[in-house]
């Protein structure tokens, strides 16, 4: 092994192992931190630095089991039936999406949302009065769950683009396009609140071809569908149009065998466990099925519709709550079915195994990556040294290199009041991915450091409290609560608990206490000005001290107060006054217009014509800089 990875071995430096090696055979001019130690060498060295090893075969690679579960193979197209298409409602924030899917599925969905926006995919199926079944994605609209848009197109048949007629295309209109597109997905365009007197839907759809959304008046083929979601409008159009883009599509799927499926979101339910809502995509799901998402596996005990009824199957495009789950898997997660609980298991432990691999050369190679930078400084600070004997040398490279090839986790050297460490917890797993995904975009050079401890999904717990408590940070909740006894103990430890239902609200809250934790910023108020007409002196014992004679022009002059002297464009002398008179009077203030002597401290020579500033300094609070783009 090289001297370099022996010492991170043993927790050492590499000089530690250069100094074990003094008394040996080995020439000291030719070591490196990358030189290949015999292993001989190597317990020399181990046995001076008072340590002990011992023999152990290396481990060998862990060959993949044929018991991983995979897609099933291709579906006799003779099993495939007609599916209902799975259609997603996407669109800017508060453009009526929710509201129109409302009105579609004739309930109040809109009214449960914190804030009257949606914060979570809600997966629905809708009986249309012709007979056709419909699953519907409702997505959230706001910049912060790009993510689970993304996971809503990438499970979707037919995307619905909803844009507000009297707000035109924008921000996430334009993302909901581009996640479309990277899915491949058809898109049909619902013109809202065409009841609105500002509405324009010309406009919108002129707007629309500027991102290679080409409506059929306009030659492409794109269904663009007035509709009015608040008034129900129209909604049966669009419907028809869904209904015969999904007959265009020929969807179908083997409602027999495996089950296939997408994990759409994923929580922690109090008296059920982990649920996962899920879109089945292949297979018919029932109770007592045994499934594997991600690392996680779940033997199925109950199942969920929309409406919160327990039903005992579900076939392919239903969403449904899986209950059963041993762990929480994670949204995007895909769904199979396995055979048994035990191959579960072992699909599941071939995963983990594969993770921990994937981590340790992650690990591997940010080591390696991490001595290489460290080796070309060492060899750039050995070539400047080699006028220098050996042993002057690797005195100058010790000193100078103490710590360079020890591992050690970075450590940032701000103080505890420019550090705010945060705890995250959220009642589903998009949630929290969301509020991480807009923590990412904090910038690392801000003033005060943003440190995220842990992050889970749940209510809070007594664990999240005292861990808040030990690093002096915060919990930040979102649609999740804090039972009585949490509550209690966090006021005693005086531990913020900061809940909130709305994204945005989060958010704003969270840069206010970055704020509160920056220093204020100090503001100069002037107060007056004077300018300087005459010079003399007056005797304070046997000393001669320079007075100038001022007029204040402006406001007033405190002797309290803070002075600045002026001449031309430059600044001579800042300062505070010794003396400040009006005649022969010894004065705390003197009023514009009021003439008057003073004299400064630092022996300031004064000139006719010099400006004399008296300005206090304000302490301002400071306003974090971020912007997460709300």
């Given amino acids: 092994m090289t001297m370099a990875a022996l010492a991170e071995a043993m ?55 044929d018991k991983d579960a995979r897609r099933s193979p291709p579906a006799d197209p003779s099993n495939l039936k007609p599916r209902p298409p799975v259609v997603t409602i996407m669109g800017h924030v508060d453009h009526g999406k929710t509201t129109l899917l409302d009105s579609l599925r004739r309930s109040q969905v809109v009214s449960t949302e914190a804030g009257g926006i949606t ?70 365009v619902a013109v809202n609140k065409c009841d609105k007197p500002q509405a324009d839907a010309q406009k919108v759809k002129r707007e629309l071809l500027a991102h290679d959304v080409v409506c059929e008046e306009f030659g492409g083929d794109v269904q663009a569908i007035h509709v009015s979601g608040l008034k129900g409008d129209n909604l049966l159009a669009l419907s028809e149009a869904t209904v015969a883009l999904a007959e265009v599509l020929d969807l179908k799927a083997e409602p027999s065998g495996p089950v296939e499926g997408l994990v759409i979101e994923s929580r922690a339910s109090r008296g059920k466990g982990p649920v996962t809502t899920a879109i089945i995509q292949r297979g018919t799901l029932r109770r007592g099925s045994v499934l594997v998402a991600g690392t996680c596996w779940a033997k199925v005990r109950f199942l969920f519709n929309e409406n919160g009824q327990a039903v005992t199957e579900a076939g392919p495009s239903s969403a449904v709550e899986v209950v059963g789950w041993k762990d929480l898997p994670s949204a995007g997660d895909t769904i199979l079915e396995v055979e048994s609980e035990q191959r579960a298991r072992e699909v599941v432990d071939w995963r983990s195994y594969e993770e921990e691999q994937q981590k340790l050369q992650e690990d591997r190679r940010a080591i390696e990556l991490k001595h290489t930078l460290h080796l070309e400084q060492y060899r750039k600070q050995k070539a400047e040294l080699e006028h220098l004997s050996w042993r002057q040398r690797r005195v100058a490279l010790y000193r100078a290199n103490k710590n360079a090839f020890a591992v050690r986790p970075s ?220």
């Fill in 11 to 65: 927790n050492k430096d590499v000089d530690h192992v250069v100094d074990a090696l003094l008394h040996t055979s080995v020439a000291l001019d030719s070591l490196e931190p990358d030189t290949v130690l015999e292993e001989q060498l190597i317990k020399e060295v181990v046995r001076r630095s008072g340590m002990k090893f011992r023999w152990a075969a290396l481990s060998g690679v862990k060959e993949r089991p």
């Fill in 411 to 630: 450590e940032r050297t701000q103080s505890d009041e420019l550090r705010l460490p945060l705890i995250v917890k959220g009642d589903v797993d998009g949630s929290v991915e969301a509020i991480l995904n807009v923590l990412n975009s904090y910038d690392a050079q801000q003033q005060c450091l943003l440190e995220v401890l842990h992050f889970g999904v749940g209510d809070i717990s007594e664990r999240d409290v005292n861990m808040a408590d030990t690093f002096t940070g915060s919990v930040y909740g979102f649609n999740v609560g804090a039972n009585k006894a949490v509550q209690q103990m966090a006021a005693k430890r005086g531990v913020p608990l900061r809940l909130h239902a709305v994204i945005y609200r989060l958010i704003d809250e969270l840069k206010a206490e970055l704020s509160s934790k920056l220093p204020p910023l100090v503001s100069e108020n002037v107060v007056g000005e004077a300018m300087v007409l005459a010079l003399f002196e007056i005797s304070v014992g046997k000393k001669k001290v320079p007075v100038a004679g001022c007029r204040v022009q402006k406001g007033r002059l405190d002797r309290r107060m803070k002075f600045r002297m002026s001449r031309g464009q430059d600044t001579v002398w800042e300062g505070s006054l010794v003396a400040l008179k009006h005649h022969k009077d010894d004065v705390q203030t003197v009023n514009a217009g009021m003439e008057c002597g003073l004299s400064a401290d630092g022996g300031v020579l004064f000139s006719p014509g010099d400006v004399i500033v008296c300005f206090e300094e304000v302490a301002v609070p400071q306003v974090t800089s971020w912007d997460p783009g709300f």
């Fill in 119 to 188: 914060q979570h995919i809600g997966a629905f199926l809708v009986q249309l009065p012709s007979g056709e079944r419909i699953t519907f994605l409702d997505t959230p609209g706001h910049a912060a769950f790009s993510a689970m848009r993304a996971r809503g197109a990438n499970a979707t048949d037919i995307i619905i683009l909803v844009v507000a007629a009297e707000d035109g295309v924008m921000d996430q209109t334009v993302e909901s396009i581009q996640h479309a597109r990277q899915a491949k997905v058809p898109i049909i």
